[in-house]
């Protein structure tokens, strides 16, 4: 059988077995698109990616419930109708005794946390504390075993039509920067709108240029990722993420995979997301950024929130021993 053949293959027998969990062919998509360069080539990326999308739409054709499984595949394919963004008390994001657990290991511990609309949290902490594992669990990226999360006051159910919604409302940027390799940017950026909003591609593309200009790369959209430089991309994925008009962006550790002299054009455009307004939350090590940009500092280790400060008092004061040496070490730079 072609490698192309086993691909379908093997996720036909993923949707053969899990019939109603869809979420399952979410993860065999994510495992695809995160499958490290160079262990797999681009072209090869871009074959998978094509016999997946030729898969999406058959799921769509037959209409089966395939929300899960779109949104995880392109990471992109969010949407949602925006919310009116009145002032509230209801926070954006508020967990309430969330505990996950891989097999035997606690993840996270009884976490409780809210963020306001509009605030910007920034996350820190030592390697395996746990921040990645936040971010994904505040949508559905992982699951948890305890405890409830609430995007803007609604519940993330476990599955279904309803957490494809909530989780349209969370747009979400990596390390790696998760382009399709075979379209354009500018075709990266309203596949989501065009595909799960229904816009029409004359809409989406008009929006897509605003949003591309916004990210200062208006004048690279007829090009393919492979030919922008990383920062570039990281700004196409932000574009792409805007595009679905997210009420909440997370980043996790979106400039980590630059060269140097890239990160703060990367910076540059989160920090122009945090004066309009953008309820964030943000895992970085740039402690520049984070002393300047964030309303609040989060200090996790081994699963919990140590301090959770502004950040003056964080640099300038902090309380727990971990914190101390992880500044120490982080500063000493
Ligand atoms: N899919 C998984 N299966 C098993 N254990 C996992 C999985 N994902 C994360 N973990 C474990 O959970 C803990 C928290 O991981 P997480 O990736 O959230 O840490 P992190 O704070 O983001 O670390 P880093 O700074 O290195 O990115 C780690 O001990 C990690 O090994
Ligand atoms: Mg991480």
Redesign the pocket.
Known sequence: MSEQGKTGALLGAILHIYPKTFTNIGFACETILYTPQPAISANRTAEIFAIVAKFINLLLKLSLPCEDYRLRFSLCCKTHAKGESEVTDTPMIRMSGVQ?F??D?Q??KDIDLEVAHGEVVV?L????????????TINRL?TIEEGTIEIDGTILPEEGNQLAKLRADVGMVFQQFNLFPHLTILDNVTLGPIKVRKLKKSAAEERAMQLLDRVGIGNQASKYPAQLSGGQQQRVVIARALAMEPKIMLF??PTSALDPEMVNEVLDVMASLVKDGMTMVV?T?EMGFARRAADRILF?AD?EIVEDSDPANFFDNPQSDRAKDFLGKILSH
């Open positions: 996950k891989f097999d290991f993840a996270l996350v902490g030592p390697s395996g504390s746990g921040k990645s594992t936040l971010c994904r992982e996790d550790e895992v090590h996790m699963g």
